[in-house]
């Protein structure tokens, strides 16, 4: 295990509707990334955080918006959900400092549906 | 612009055959890294292997090796001696030295029967 832990596990919502998901990144590392995968394509990037900024966006509209926190924990904010949103969401800690070629661990997601 | 390609969708073998997955990936950057994740039906992407583009020298873990030709773009999985459990969807990614994100191939689902 990667110690990078997630929650909810399954979530459900209409369209329309705000979600709030959840990141505990693995000790010792300082950067979360958010990935959306949806079913049978590979997982695409959303945004990342590092010390409690925005650090590099992927192709996502505003409606997508983050938070990192000192402890280094993250939220990914969904607003107006549309029926696409369904998917599952990856956050990837990783440790950043100075280097770039740093790995990102993945937790075990959490599984959305918009209805 | 980066790409990473994985033609194969799915591949099906039987327990002890060996399997390759292929990658193809394209960057204008000439620092990069390569890697090789499974994703097993949890959904937990499990992290396998990195490779920088400054080194072309295969690798072998185990039953696992990596295949990196900077001249073809390819950076090849190999499973010796396939087992059922290491049915997953493999992905390929690849990150650029200034960047902070991982591009995604699309994935090959390995299915590996009794």
């Known amino acids: 295990e990667t110690g990078v832990t997630q929650s909810p596990t399954h979530l459900i919502k209409t369209r329309g509707q705000q979600v709030t998901l959840r990141c505990s990144s693995q000790s010792g590392h300082n950067t979360v990334s958010w990935y959306q995968q949806a079913l049978g394509q590979g997982p695409q990037f959303i945004f990342q955080?590092?010390?409690?900024?925005?650090?590099g966006r992927g192709n996502f509209p505003p409606r997508f918006s983050g938070l990192q926190f000192p402890n280094y924990s993250s939220e990914l904010n969904v607003n107006a959900l549309e029926l696409d949103d369904s998917a599952l969401y990856l956050c990837?800690?990783?440790?950043?400092?100075?280097?770039?070629?740093?790995?990102?661990?993945f937790g075990p997601g959490t599984r959305l549906l918009v209805l | 612009a980066q790409k990473v390609t994985q033609a194969q969708t799915e591949i099906s073998v039987v327990e002890k055959e060996d399997v390759t997955l292929d990658c193809v990936y394209e960057t204008r950057d000439t620092t990069y890294y390569l890697f090789w994740y499974k994703q097993p039906p949890s959904g937990e992407l499990v992290f396998l292997i990195r490779?920088?583009?400054?080194?072309?020298q295969n690798e072998i873990s185990g039953r696992y090796s990596w295949n990196f030709q900077k001249s073809t773009s390819s950076f090849n999985f190999t499973i010796t001696a396939s087992q059922v459990v290491d049915s997953a969807v493999y992905f390929c990614?690849?990150?650029?030295?200034?960047?902070?994100?991982?591009?995604f191939g699309g994935g090959t689902r390995l299915m590996v029967k009794p």
């Open positions: 490779r920088n583009s400054f080194d072309e």
């Open positions: 990614a690849l990150k650029y030295n200034a960047g902070n994100m991982l591009t």
């Open positions: 990837a800690s990783s440790a950043q400092g100075g280097l770039k070629e740093e790995t990102q661990y």
């Open positions: 955080y590092y010390r409690e900024e925005e650090n």
